[in-house]
């Protein structure tokens, strides 16, 4: 759910309000019948101001959820790079997310803090190499685009119609991943691209939470 405002949530999504109405009553749907869920947001020009005042936390509280992920969208030619925010904006967005963060309140963001104050400082995630090689994302046709969709190319492209997981996994185009670093803010691509200490230190962020939620007398002793 890339916003949890009505107007941003259709122009983000090009949906009616009737779709918005629709989802917040799946939304109630799962709380009344205490399905866990979280919300995987995705930051576009449209939404930017429930970040940067921070309305998108207080709501996403109130929708029943304690658990959000947040990075930017990654611009595309095919849309003519137009959904990106501008950099100061970006900063701005971060400054938000991050004091969220260290404020440790509910919803807790899934995504490191190395994500959103990278961004801020170099205006992109840094990563070495590439991560994307790590899963393999099959299309509603059976295609598979190696290494990934930016490079959308014909002699690129396998089936799971035609060839093997193992053929598909051992495709010579893997190895454009370890020099590729043309996505710059793409949350999935980051996330997977880090080292274990990055992950190590959000888990135990996310535990200590935890345990001072539900048992805070252990909290004051660890």
Same mark, same amino acid.
């Given at each position: $759910? ?7 949530? =259709?122009?983000? @999504? ?8 629709? /989802?917040?009553?799946?939304? &109630? ?8 869920? +979280?919300?995987?947001?995705? $930051? ?7 970040? $940067?005042?921070?309305? +998108? ?7 029943? /959820? ?14 003519? +790079? ?8 970006? /900063?701005?967005?971060? &400054? ?18 190395? !994500?959103?104050? &990278?961004? *801020?400082?170099?205006? @992109?995630? %840094?990563?070495?190499? =590439? ?12 295609? /598979? *685009? ?11 492209? !396998? ?16 190895? $454009?991943?370890?020099? =590729?670093?043309? =996505? ?6 980051? +996330? ?10 959000? !888990? *135990? @962020?996310? %535990?200590?939470? *935890? ?5 805070? &007398? ?5």
């Amino acid at each position: $759910i890339d916003s949890v405002f009505e107007e941003s949530y =259709c122009m983000v @999504r090009g949906v009616n309000s009737q779709m918005y109405q629709r /989802v917040m009553q799946n939304l &109630q749907l799962l709380n009344h019948h205490n399905v866990p869920h +979280y919300f995987n947001s995705v $930051i576009t020009k449209f939404n930017t101001k429930e970040f $940067i005042d921070r309305s +998108y936390f207080d709501r996403a509280r109130d929708l029943g /959820v304690n658990a959000v992920s947040l990075t930017f969208v990654e611009d595309r030619s095919d849309v003519n +790079y137009s959904l990106l925010p501008d950099r100061d904006t970006m /900063v701005s967005v971060c &400054q938000s997310v991050l004091e969220h963060i260290h404020s440790k309140k509910d919803p807790q963001v899934m995504i490191p803090p190395q !994500y959103f104050e &990278q961004i *801020m400082e170099h205006g @992109r995630g %840094l990563f070495d190499e =590439c991560g994307v090689w790590k899963s393999i994302f099959v299309n509603g046709n059976g295609t /598979v *685009m190696v290494p990934c969709w930016k490079y959308n190319d014909p002699k690129n492209t !396998y089936s799971l119609l035609d060839n093997t997981i193992e053929e598909i996994w051992s495709a010579p185009q893997w190895e $454009i991943a370890k020099t =590729c670093h043309d =996505c710059e803010v793409l949350g999935c691509i980051w +996330y997977s691209s880090q080292p274990v200490t990055t992950f190590a230190q959000n !888990y *135990m @962020r996310g %535990l200590s939470k *935890m345990i001072s939620q539900r048992e805070p &007398q252990i909290a004051q002793q660890i």
